[in-house]
């Protein structure tokens, strides 16, 4: 039995954040986050890792991933380009210069993956608990769900610099995912923490939801239907340059069609992620504390070169 992938998403833009988040040096070493994750990766098991990246920070991402990991680790990488679509319908409007969303980059990588896959954001440190989790229930045979995600507090995934967006969890009794609702500019202001959905209504919110933070294990039957849902999506909004075709919206939607089950597994509260510029001291105050306690080694290239033992 062959061992998952993991598709890294590291094709975003990084407008917020002001620099490119996916090799922004934050370790003692110069690693990003985007490093961490690999090296958790490769330590729960999994097979190799396929980064989904834009053409024009291809060479970037090339280098920075040759000098951290080497030939430690198979590594792959996929273009996520803007004409990529279906031939029979509408090509890319010229005057749009943003990727189509998270689901596309998945499609654009399950051209390159063969059985069940991992995704997560290359922004995102998740930590080692949730890659060993999620890499044993996509080892599984058979596989107890056709989907799996990674599931944390939405009180521990807040920025202080700033709004941020998540995708806020309906679970059943039987801890399976009901729905996920996209809600964009979360923050916590005087005690209360509010947001607004997409049709721009505000929200409160209590704290305690649990969150999609894009770490998913996937198999066959949902790539099909995200490439029906692709179809549906561009015949829609196909010529609307700031409309993207986002994972959960895409999950929450073959749920309730119940047509996937999608499995939740909780995540440790030692997530963390760099959403605005403000956020990346806090990222590496958090790196060196995690160095420093053993939790990474103070190199991972040197690390990778050894055999991914931790210092």
Not at 34 to 42: E, K, R, S
Not at 100 to 122: I, K, S, Y
Not at 157 to 170: A, E, H, P, Q, Y
């Amino acid at each position: 039995m062959n061992a998952p992938p993991l598709v890294v998403l590291a094709a975003g833009m990084s407008t917020r954040y002001g620099r490119l988040k996916q090799v922004d040096p934050m370790g003692p070493s110069g690693e990003s986050i985007m490093d961490y994750n690999v090296f958790d990766a490769a330590r729960a098991g999994f097979s190799r890792v396929v980064f989904i990246v834009r053409p024009e920070i291809e060479d970037t991402l090339r280098e920075h991933v040759g000098r951290v990991v080497g030939d430690a680790f198979a590594t792959d990488f996929v273009l996520q380009t803007l004409d990529d679509l279906p031939g029979d319908l509408l090509g890319c409007p010229p005057e749009r210069t943003r990727p189509w969303g998270t689901g596309h980059a998945v499609l654009a990588a399950a051209e390159r993956v063969q059985g069940p896959f991992a995704v997560c954001n290359a922004d995102d440190l998740y930590g080692a608990d949730a890659f060993s989790k999620l890499f044993e229930h996509m080892s599984a045979r058979p596989l107890p769900t056709e989907a799996a995600m990674v599931g944390y507090t939405l009180i521990d995934t807040l920025s202080g610099s700033g709004g941020v967006s998540r995708g806020i969890c309906v679970l059943g009794r039987d801890g399976l995912l009901e729905g996920v609702t996209e809600v964009r500019e979360i923050r916590k202001t005087d005690g209360w923490i509010t947001g607004e959905e997409v049709t721009e209504e505000p929200v409160e919110l209590r704290g305690n939801e649990v969150v999609s933070m894009n770490l998913w294990g996937f198999s066959d039957p949902v790539v099909v239907l995200l490439r029906r849902q692709f179809r549906r999506f561009l015949r829609r909004w196909g010529g609307d340059t700031a409309a993207e075709f986002p994972l959960s919206t895409a999950l929450s939607e073959q749920v309730q069609l119940g047509t996937v089950r999608v499995a939740v597994i909780q995540g440790k509260a030692d997530w963390f992620g760099v959403t605005h510029a403000a956020d990346r001291e806090g990222a590496q105050a958090m790196l060196k504390a995690r160095v420093a306690d053993g939790t990474y080694p103070a190199d991972l290239a040197e690390a990778f070169r050894q055999g991914m033992e931790t210092a």
